[in-house]
């Protein structure tokens, strides 16, 4: 049996971390596996569902790396449901039912009243053909509940471990609408079927469809997938990450934090594992670490502060070769691996490379304090070319000369070639400064 997952967004909003962490979990055990990953966008909520979103999710993953070996949509579907709904309603499992939502929503209110789990009472089981041709000839329209059977349900999860439900304790789910749309729980459990997957890595928000699922697959005749359920993310005070509140998207992490895909895949990998956070450059790295084994029954906690710090610490690792893009986009056309292994330690994000750019690149207003002492160390500057060893020549001359050492000798130095108090080693950035700079910024000129 060659293994087959899915990720399957809704495309109703911007993917969070939350949805996203789910695409990778399903990603790495596909690629551990040797098996395929399938992309397929839930899509049936026709009132909310938007293209835009859907380019979204795909712009999304690309830029995470999580490509897809298959791609579904849903909405190309609807005729493969009816056809499912058909023969569930030729074998009695799906009922029609006339109760408006208000009329649910008393007889919910009724039983929570009294204490008793508010399951539907399958009145609609007990009408006859003549109360449902009354009922329509009212103007109703029936919406359809699957009939679930009063039988245990139970599943080995491989997060959860073993679950167990009682099919007397589950609603029987609407499946199909009053307009005869097909919901969620019902195409969900066709695609699962029919494009033979084998694994459902999915959020926790979804054990209770999960019972009902199973009963789903046993009735049309698809194999019962393995399910494991993940824990969701919450945010540090324990309250959950709502897509629709757009928090924490992906989009805006990439395009307004700064976050590169690897700081994302690499804490996402990891949160509410048995593993240590570590910062890791390839998801083959994160392949090789993968176990859904290490996946802890414990809410994983969501930290901006946690990430940020991650995307600092492989920027520290990353080679020029996965910036250059980057840098040129931000305008940087001429930065070379120099310049780039000059400034990455000082950045936590490749868009504050910008400002070291503009002390090598560009006029700085030195900040003097003691002229003659920068005025000697001018005398002193070596003659061009410069590499990795100017700095070193240079200051040890001028220690020598002025008796200088430590932070009285480098920090005069430092703000007046930078105009700043910390930055960069200043043996990487001597070299780009260049000697025409250097000996104007010494004399406290801008320049
Ligand atoms: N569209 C559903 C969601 O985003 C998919 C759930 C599932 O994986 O079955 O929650």
Redesign the pocket.
Known sequence: MSVAVRF???PTGLLHVG?VRLALVNWLFARKAGGNFLLRL?DTDEERSKPEYAEGIERDLTWLGLTWDRFARESDRYGRYDEVAAALKASGRLYPCYETPEELNLKRASLVSQGRPPIYDRAALRLGDADRARLESEGRKPHWRFKLEHTPVEWTDLVRGPVHFEGSALSDPVLIREDGRPL?TLT?VVDDADLAITH?I??E??VANTAVQIQIFQAVGGAVPVFAHLPLLTDATGQGLSKRLGSLSVASLREEEGIEPMALASLLAKLGTSDAIEPRLTLDELVAEFDIAKVSRATPKFDPEELLRLNARILHLLPFERVAGELAALGLDDADAAFWEAVRPNLSRVAEARDWWAVTHAPVAPAVDDPSFLAEAAALLPEEPWDLSTWGTWTGAVKAKTGRKGKDLFLPLRRALTGQDHGPELKNLLPLIGRTRAEKRLAGETA
Request: proline residues 8%; without cysteine; hydrophobic residues 15%.
């Open positions: 399957a967004p809704s949805n839930d969620y969900s459902v999915r959020g928000d979804h």
